[in-house]
């Protein structure tokens, strides 16, 4: 598969054309990303699925932001993309979550919202939250890619989802009623961390906030993958220091790959390049866990999304939720 | 460096609590406000801040600031160790006459972070740390709601490069509060005596709105190309600004935040100026700017000498001071101050606008408006219309918090049915937990959020205490190891208190039944399963008796006879007062009386007298003893010399081995009675719950030689054994007496045992070779498998009943029964207080304890197989005397 093919279309219907490449075998995993806009998360998974970041747009899986898209401060990818690697990792990139220009774009094509809806910012967080479910239900590690260290809305907003994620199925045959429900991993990627962020200290207490955050959720956030390799001089000691947290750095730009010294500056951190690599391999090493009480297959696993989509969509829950926004 | 310094230097005051109290610096503030008549301008910084943003949103402030310096006075903030949840700092530029409020709250990242590490205000507790961060969120939107009411300009700072849509539903929150506020707000300004549109308004105007962002993802790899190519004359960061522009015009718009009459909204966007600001520069850490020079020093090679010296910042370097004068964020801010400090803002739109509310209130004016303000936002209102707007403010804010409560709520009596359902009247332990897992189970499936601990708490809670009220199962143990099926009560012994007032009288039941034999076992009937053991060993055989053994010949045990009516349960260490009266003067009494004895201490249990009385060596053959053995229990027992029992206590469980001397228990748990005069062993006995032709005693036969040629008579009898076994040619040298050991199931099944490990049958023949020699000389097991076992369940019989035939001859039985109900160190338990018994002539029936209970240790039947072997009947329970008829 070279390019991605969309699994939910930007009206956020569900397409049938991500099929295709699936095969009737069980030994696959799938990542997902959310994130507010422009936090990068086509460019984070693009990279996770292996592509040479130097390279121009074209060979990219899921596309970044063009330049255009920038200027405007608006979105690029709607809906969700879907990509398949060699490994049998399957990438899902969403658009954006809580995004003012999605909430734009629906204020000036006029949607049609849903009459449940009363205002069209609670429509568009409605949609980020039916996104966020659905991503925790399908995948195995939701990548939670943030633009620098700042916004607690994020937090809340990955709970809120949690809270309003699908029950896992139980299955049909098992006597045993009340099976556990199935939660992902999630990694927590900070895009554009500064030099300052890569300091033991900062980084401890990057990870203390998102400890102390997302405490009562149940979502794995700990035990993954952590900079621990990377970052000297972080203690282990402490009780935070297994949460998945990964700093991304400002890719270099081209000038200041040339063989300049006189252009080269002091950097105190890893390249960009070094940090997704391994952050690339701590991903895939990860065993694969099961999604569902029964082991699926990848073609099953996408009647199962097609599934987890629908009924995210029809949550009682969700709306349920929704009654109660200001 | 300098934009840390000044950071520090600038100094703060706290636009609230109460600066009147802080000594100099009042006077600071009084002179200047009464010097100072102009009108101000004030410009309040809020938004979010990443941990280590440079520049941050305070460096903002100092970068606009006149280079004469602000007048800062106040106190430092410090959110942590303070009780305040957020804090506001200000500084005030007497220059240009602006007021700038710095709002730090959790939002801040730093703040969080210190907040997160704290261990201080019980934010070590999940409980505590949640309830920190939402009251602190409520304090941060108090104090945008007085930000709100106080400022001309609002600059909202985003770390990021979009506009962050939260704002939307807080601006929602806050414009919801400003209006239902807004009357009791116009009471503390009036009180004030300020102008009239104000204390209307509730604010010196609409304030102004502009937006920060503080990044773009906008690269400027070849920005003159772009805009060369498309012929445009703006930047692409101004193309960009006036999108993002429009973009926050339209979500604002439609969300009617802003409105055409600005008066009626929360706030205004100018329509012809700019409102949003993109910082384009990367921000340099200090550590890269001082890297820099060093590098370019190093390059320059000293080339040039002067530059050495030059401590202008390069031109390529912007970013970290952001204050020099042509700034551009300077430039774009202080065109709105200039606007505010002139004209006022008219953001008024649409075809018949209305006039614009603008006040510019001196320094002093405002300082005191603004402390009022800041009391009516923070202090807990007296008007009860006021603190319920307020109360509003945790549903409006917390939407998860209410969501999540509102759904467990629903949930709980979900749960609770899912408890109740199916469930008896009243239930045990197990089944109350059982279901309580059930009913947490269906809660946590519907269940959701935050609240979820705190609702499973109470669904446990209310579970236990639906259990406890009136559906909780007694399950008192019966002795049998059976639960009493009975709702929680009360027994009709026990004394009404008030923890059991509530509950019913009645006995304990535990509604199982089984089969047994009367005392002699020639009737059967049903017993309930007994919770005490006198029932189970006197009762239920007293209830037998009257329609059955009464007319049957007793052999009497002794009991306890009150001389006193307030007779107690004596244990091992209260011995009865006779008995401790001088025990050791009595014996001494005892042995000197038969000196042959060997008692060596004062405890002369009869076990003790066993040990002397079974001579090892009789294994083959039965014992004989003459009238004058020195061993013989016959002298004993006549004996004036012998203890006396105590009548004033009485023991508690039954007789054994280790009760202490002197005590006899109220009543007797065994019964040793007469059945008939004679045996006739071809009919057997004629009992129910035995099979067919079962009933059979084995037969005994004691040779009858004299004792002085015992052991050739003893050999003789070997050889003749040996001989013929089972037929009546030795009967002119021997007796022959009958035995049989009944075993009796809960069902009703009786059986005799012909050897310790095998069940009695008749044989066909009705010849039987078996005799009871087995069983008189090993030790026989006191629960055994039932023959009815085969189907499934188990059942176990239990020792009930010895039968004994002693033939009318010189001979003598001494009955010598020990049994030992658990393994060591159980006591052994026997009917005889005074040793071994004698049996007359006649068919004897022993009826043994159905439950063994000592010294307030109850001894139920193992239910561990290994264990079962040690619970046994001693042997040697029968035992030949000759001569002298026994007691």
């Given at each position: 598969?070279?390019?991605?093919?969309?699994?939910?279309?930007?009206?956020?219907?569900?397409?049938?054309?991500?099929?295709?490449?699936?095969?009737?075998?069980?030994?696959?995993?799938?990542?997902?990303?959310?994130?507010?806009?422009?936090?990068?998360?086509?460019?984070?998974?693009?990279?996770?699925?292996?592509?040479?970041?130097?390279?121009?747009?074209?060979?990219?899986?899921?596309?970044?932001?063009?330049?255009?898209?920038?200027?405007?401060?608006?979105?690029?990818?709607?809906?969700?993309?879907?990509?398949?690697?060699?490994?049998?990792?399957?990438?899902?990139?969403?658009?954006?979550?809580?995004?003012?220009?999605?909430?734009?774009?629906?204020?000036?094509?006029?949607?049609?919202?849903?009459?449940?809806?009363?205002?069209?910012?609670?429509?568009?967080?409605?949609?980020?939250?039916?996104?966020?479910?659905?991503?925790?239900?399908?995948?195995?590690?939701?990548?939670?890619?943030?633009?620098g260290f700042?916004?607690?809305?994020?937090?809340?907003?990955?709970?809120?989802?949690?809270?309003?994620?699908?029950?896992?199925?139980?299955?049909?045959?098992?006597?045993?009623?009340?099976?556990?429900?199935?939660?992902?991993?999630?990694?927590?990627?900070?895009?554009h961390a500064g030099a300052d962020d890569f300091k033991?200290g900062s980084y401890?207490?990057?990870?203390?906030?998102?400890?102390?955050?997302?405490?009562?959720?149940?979502?794995?956030?700990?035990?993954?993958?952590?900079?621990?390799?990377?970052?000297?001089?972080?203690?282990?000691?402490?009780?935070?220091?297994?949460?998945?947290?990964?700093l991304?750095p400002e890719?270099a730009?081209?000038?200041d790959?040339?063989?300049?010294?006189?252009?080269m500056h002091y950097r105190g951190y890893?390249?960009?390049?070094?940090?997704?690599?391994?952050?690339?391999?701590?991903?895939?090493?990860?065993?694969?866990?099961?999604?569902?009480?029964?082991?699926?297959?990848?073609?099953?696993?996408?009647?199962?999304?097609?599934?987890?989509?629908?009924?995210?969509?029809?949550?009682?829950?969700?709306?349920?939720?929704?009654?109660?926004?200001? | 460096m300098g934009c840390l310094?000044?950071c520090?230097?600038?100094?703060?005051?706290?636009?609230?609590?109460?600066?009147?109290?802080?000594?100099?610096?009042?006077?600071?503030?009084?002179?200047?406000?009464?010097?100072?008549?102009?009108?101000?301008?004030?410009?309040?910084?809020?938004?979010?801040?990443s941990q280590n943003s440079l520049p941050s949103?305070?460096s903002?402030?100092?970068?606009?600031?006149?280079?004469?310096?602000?007048?800062?006075?106040?106190?430092?903030?410090?959110?942590?160790?303070?009780?305040?949840?957020?804090?506001?700092?200000?500084?005030?530029?007497?220059?240009?006459?602006?007021?700038?409020?710095?709002?730090?709250?959790?939002?801040?990242?730093?703040?969080?972070?210190?907040?997160?590490?704290?261990?201080?205000?019980?934010?070590?507790?999940?409980?505590?740390?949640?309830?920190?961060?939402?009251?602190?969120?409520?304090?941060?939107?108090?104090?945008?709601?007085?930000?709100?009411?106080?400022?001309?300009?609002?600059?909202?700072?985003?770390p990021?490069?979009?506009?962050?849509?939260?704002?939307?539903?807080?601006?929602?929150?806050?414009?919801?509060?400003?209006?239902?506020?807004?009357?009791?707000?116009?009471?503390?300004?009036?009180?004030?005596?300020?102008?009239?549109?104000?204390?209307?308004?509730?604010?010196?105007?609409?304030?102004?709105?502009?937006?920060?962002?503080q990044s773009?993802?906008?690269?400027?790899?070849?920005?003159?190309?772009?805009?060369?190519?498309?012929?445009?004359?703006?930047?692409?960061?101004?193309?960009?600004?006036?999108?993002?522009?429009?973009?926050?015009?339209?979500?604002?718009?439609?969300?009617?935040?802003?409105?055409?009459?600005?008066?009626?909204?929360?706030?205004?966007?100018?329509?012809?100026?700019?409102?949003?600001?993109?910082n384009?520069e990367n921000s340099l850490q200090p550590i890269n700017f001082f890297a820099e020079k060093l590098t370019?020093?190093?390059?320059?090679?000293?080339?040039?000498?002067?530059?050495?010296?030059?401590?202008?910042v390069p031109?390529g370097t912007p970013g970290l001071l952001m204050?020099?004068?042509?700034?551009?964020?300077?430039?774009?801010?202080?065109?709105?101050?200039?606007?505010?400090?002139?004209?006022?803002?008219?953001?008024?739109?649409?075809?018949?606008?209305?006039?614009?509310?603008?006040?510019?209130?001196?320094?002093?004016?405002?300082?005191?408006?603004?402390?009022?303000?800041?009391?009516?936002?923070?202090?807990?209102?007296?008007?009860?219309?006021?603190?319920?707007?307020?109360?509003?403010?945790?549903?409006?804010?917390?939407?998860?918090?209410?969501?999540?409560?509102?759904?467990?709520?629903?949930?709980?009596?979900?749960?609770?049915?899912?408890?109740?359902?199916?469930?008896?009247?009243?239930?045990?332990?197990?089944?109350?937990?059982?279901?309580?897992?059930?009913?947490?189970?269906?809660?946590?499936?519907?269940?959701?959020?935050?609240?979820?601990?705190?609702?499973?708490?109470?669904?446990?809670?209310?579970?236990?205490?639906?259990?406890?009220?009136?559906?909780?199962?007694?399950?008192?143990?019966?002795?049998?190891?059976?639960?009493?099926?009975?709702?929680?009560?009360?027994?009709?012994?026990?004394?009404?208190?008030?923890?059991?007032?509530?509950?019913?009288?009645?006995?304990?039941?535990?509604?199982?039944?089984?089969?047994?034999?009367?005392?002699?076992?020639?009737?059967?009937?049903?017993?309930?399963?007994?919770?005490?053991?006198?029932?189970?060993?006197?009762?239920?055989?007293?209830?037998?008796?009257?329609?059955?053994?009464?007319?049957?010949?007793?052999?009497?045990?002794?009991?306890?006879?009150?001389?006193?009516?307030?007779?107690?349960?004596?244990?091992?260490?209260?011995?009865?007062?006779?008995?401790?009266?001088?025990?050791?003067?009595?014996?001494?009494?005892?042995?000197?009386?038969?000196?042959?004895?060997?008692?060596?201490?004062?405890?002369?249990?009869?076990?003790?007298?066993?040990?002397?009385?079974?001579?090892?060596?009789?294994?083959?053959?039965?014992?004989?003893?003459?009238?004058?053995?020195?061993?013989?229990?016959?002298?004993?027992?006549?004996?004036?010399?012998?203890?006396?029992?105590?009548?004033?206590?009485?023991?508690?469980?039954?007789?054994?081995?280790?009760?202490?001397?002197?005590?006899?228990?109220?009543?007797?748990?065994?019964?040793?009675?007469?059945?008939?005069?004679?045996?006739?062993?071809?009919?057997?006995?004629?009992?129910?719950?035995?099979?067919?032709?079962?009933?059979?005693?084995?037969?005994?036969?004691?040779?009858?030689?004299?004792?002085?040629?015992?052991?050739?008579?003893?050999?003789?009898?070997?050889?003749?054994?040996?001989?013929?076994?089972?037929?009546?040619?030795?009967?002119?040298?021997?007796?022959?007496?009958?035995?049989?050991?009944?075993?009796?199931?809960?069902?009703?099944?009786?059986?005799?045992?012909?050897?310790?490990?095998?069940?009695?049958?008749?044989?066909?023949?009705?010849?039987?070779?078996?005799?009871?020699?087995?069983?008189?000389?090993?030790?026989?097991?006191?629960?055994?498998?039932?023959?009815?076992?085969?189907?499934?369940?188990?059942?176990?019989?239990?020792?009930?009943?010895?039968?004994?035939?002693?033939?009318?001859?010189?001979?003598?039985?001494?009955?010598?029964?020990?049994?030992?109900?658990?393994?060591?160190?159980?006591?052994?338990?026997?009917?005889?207080?005074?040793?071994?018994?004698?049996?007359?002539?006649?068919?004897?029936?022993?009826?043994?304890?159905?439950?063994?209970?000592?010294?307030?240790?109850?001894?139920?039947?193992?239910?561990?197989?290994?264990?079962?072997?040690?619970?046994?009947?001693?042997?040697?329970?029968?035992?030949?005397?000759?001569?002298?008829?026994?007691?």
């Open positions: 598969m070279e390019q991605s093919v969309k699994l939910v279309d930007e009206d956020l219907l569900w397409c049938e054309s991500g099929n295709f490449a699936l095969q009737d075998q069980t030994d696959f995993s799938v990542i997902g990303a959310i994130g507010l806009q422009g936090s990068g998360k086509s460019t984070v998974l693009s990279h996770l699925a292996g592509v040479v970041p130097q390279e121009a747009n074209r060979s990219v899986v899921f596309h970044p932001q063009s330049r255009t898209v920038r200027e405007v401060c608006s979105h690029q990818t709607a809906g969700i993309d879907l990509h398949l690697t060699e490994e049998r990792t399957i990438f899902l990139d969403s658009q954006p979550v809580l995004s003012a220009s999605i909430l734009d774009q629906m204020i000036q094509h006029d949607v049609k919202y849903h009459g449940e809806y009363s205002t069209v910012e609670n429509c568009m967080e409605m949609q980020s939250l039916q996104l966020g479910s659905f991503l925790f239900t399908v995948c195995n590690i939701v990548i939670v890619v943030m633009e700042s916004d607690l809305n994020v937090f809340r907003f990955l709970q809120t989802a949690e809270m309003l994620k699908p029950q896992t199925p139980q299955p049909h045959d098992s006597p045993s009623e009340g099976l556990s429900e199935i939660y992902p991993h999630i990694v927590f990627v900070v895009n033991a401890e207490k990057m990870q203390t906030v998102i400890s102390r955050l997302m405490s009562q959720s149940n979502l794995k956030f700990k035990g993954v993958c952590n900079m621990r390799d990377l970052i000297p001089g972080l203690s282990s000691s402490s009780p935070h220091s297994d949460v998945n947290l990964y991304l890719k730009s081209v000038s790959q040339l063989d300049d010294p006189l252009s890893p390249t960009f390049e070094f940090i997704i690599e391994s952050l690339t391999k701590k991903l895939l090493a990860m065993p694969r866990h099961l999604l569902t009480h029964t082991t699926l297959t990848e073609k099953n696993w996408f009647h199962y999304a097609a599934r987890s989509w629908e009924s995210v969509k029809k949550s009682g829950l969700i709306s349920e939720y929704n009654r109660l926004l200001p | 310094a000044r520090h230097c600038m100094g703060q005051i706290d636009g609230y609590p109460d600066p009147v109290l802080h000594g100099e610096q009042v006077e600071t503030r009084d002179e200047l406000s009464n010097v100072d008549e102009n009108g101000i301008c004030v410009v309040s910084v809020i938004g979010k801040n949103k305070a903002l402030i100092t970068s606009v600031l006149s280079p004469q310096g602000p007048l800062g006075y106040g106190f430092p903030c410090d959110l942590i160790n303070s009780d305040q949840k957020c804090c506001i700092e200000c500084s005030y530029d007497r220059t240009s006459h602006v007021m700038y409020l710095h709002l730090q709250s959790i939002h801040d990242m730093k703040n969080m972070a210190s907040i997160c590490s704290s261990m201080l205000q019980n934010l070590d507790t999940q409980e505590g740390f949640d309830k920190f961060t939402q009251s602190a969120e409520q304090d941060a939107a108090r104090a945008l709601l007085f930000m709100f009411s106080v400022s001309h300009i609002i600059l909202i700072h985003h990021g490069s979009s506009f962050d849509v939260g704002y939307v539903k807080l601006f929602h929150i806050l414009d919801i509060l400003r209006s239902k506020l807004l009357s009791h707000l116009g009471e503390v300004l009036r009180s004030l005596h300020l102008p009239k549109d104000w204390v209307n308004a509730g604010r010196l105007c609409a304030p102004r709105v502009l937006f920060l962002f773009t993802l906008l690269v400027d790899d070849k920005p003159a190309v772009v805009s060369k190519g498309r012929g445009q004359k703006t930047s692409p960061v101004k193309r960009l600004q006036h999108a993002v522009e429009d973009q926050i015009y339209r979500i604002l718009r439609k969300a009617r935040i802003i409105t055409n009459i600005s008066n009626n909204s929360l706030f205004a966007v100018p329509a012809n100026q700019e409102f949003v600001f993109i384009r370019r020093k190093c390059a320059s090679n000293l080339d040039d000498d002067s530059s050495y010296f030059e401590h202008q031109s204050h020099s004068p042509n700034h551009p964020f300077r430039e774009f801010l202080s065109q709105h101050i200039e606007l505010a400090l002139s004209k006022g803002f008219d953001d008024n739109m649409g075809r018949n606008p209305v006039p614009p509310v603008f006040e510019s209130p001196s320094l002093k004016v405002w300082l005191e408006a603004a402390q009022a303000v800041h009391a009516f936002f923070f202090e807990e209102p007296k008007d009860i219309k006021a603190k319920a707007h307020f109360g509003q403010l945790h549903n409006l804010l917390h939407t998860n918090a209410r969501f999540s409560e509102g759904r467990c709520i629903k949930v709980l009596p979900l749960a609770e049915k899912a408890y109740q359902e199916g469930l008896p009247h009243h239930y045990t332990q197990a089944d109350h937990l059982a279901m309580l897992v059930q009913a947490k189970r269906v809660f946590m499936q519907h269940a959701r959020g935050p609240a979820c601990h705190q609702y499973l708490k109470q669904l446990e809670q209310d579970c236990t205490k639906f259990w406890e009220n009136g559906h909780r199962m007694c399950e008192h143990q019966s002795l049998t190891g059976n639960p009493c099926t009975n709702e929680l009560h009360r027994l009709p012994s026990d004394e009404e208190t008030d923890d059991n007032a509530h509950l019913p009288e009645m006995e304990h039941c535990s509604q199982v039944k089984t089969r047994a034999a009367c005392n002699c076992g020639r009737r059967q009937a049903e017993r309930e399963d007994p919770f005490d053991y006198k029932t189970a060993n006197f009762d239920w055989y007293e209830k037998q008796e009257s329609s059955c053994c009464h007319t049957l010949d007793k052999h009497p045990l002794p009991t306890f006879t009150p001389t006193s009516p307030d007779s107690r349960a004596g244990g091992k260490i209260h011995r009865g007062p006779q008995s401790l009266g001088s025990p050791d003067s009595k014996l001494e009494a005892v042995s000197t009386a038969l000196s042959h004895l060997t008692l060596s201490n004062g405890n002369s249990s009869p076990s003790l007298y066993q040990d002397e009385f079974n001579p090892e060596a009789s294994q083959d053959q039965a014992m004989h003893c003459s009238a004058s053995s020195p061993h013989s229990p016959i002298e004993l027992d006549d004996s004036e010399l012998c203890r006396q029992h105590s009548t004033v206590e009485y023991l508690a469980g039954m007789v054994h081995s280790d009760n202490p001397l002197g005590l006899l228990p109220k009543f007797s748990s065994w019964s040793i009675r007469m059945l008939s005069k004679s045996y006739n062993p071809s009919a057997g006995l004629d009992q129910p719950g035995f099979l067919h032709f079962t009933s059979y005693l084995l037969p005994w036969d004691i040779p009858t030689q004299g004792s002085d040629i015992w052991p050739i008579a003893s050999k003789k009898y070997k050889q003749n054994r040996k001989a013929k076994v089972g037929s009546d040619s030795n009967a002119a040298n021997s007796v022959r007496f009958y035995v049989g050991l009944e075993y009796e199931c809960p069902r009703g099944h009786r059986f005799f045992m012909s050897g310790p490990e095998k069940i009695f049958k008749a044989p066909a023949s009705g010849v039987f070779k078996e005799t009871a020699h087995k069983i008189l000389h090993h030790d026989m097991p006191l629960y055994f498998p039932c023959h009815c076992s085969r189907s499934g369940k188990s059942f176990m019989t239990q020792l009930m009943r010895l039968f004994v035939y002693v033939a009318d001859t010189p001979l003598q039985i001494a009955l010598n029964v020990r049994v030992q109900p658990a393994p060591p160190p159980s006591p052994n338990f026997h009917p005889h207080v005074e040793g071994p018994l004698a049996l007359p002539p006649g068919l004897w029936v022993v009826r043994f304890p159905y439950v063994y209970y000592g010294d307030s240790v109850h001894y139920p039947m193992p239910s561990d197989a290994q264990q079962l072997s040690s619970c046994k009947l001693h042997k040697e329970f029968l035992t030949v005397c000759e001569g002298t008829p026994l007691r």
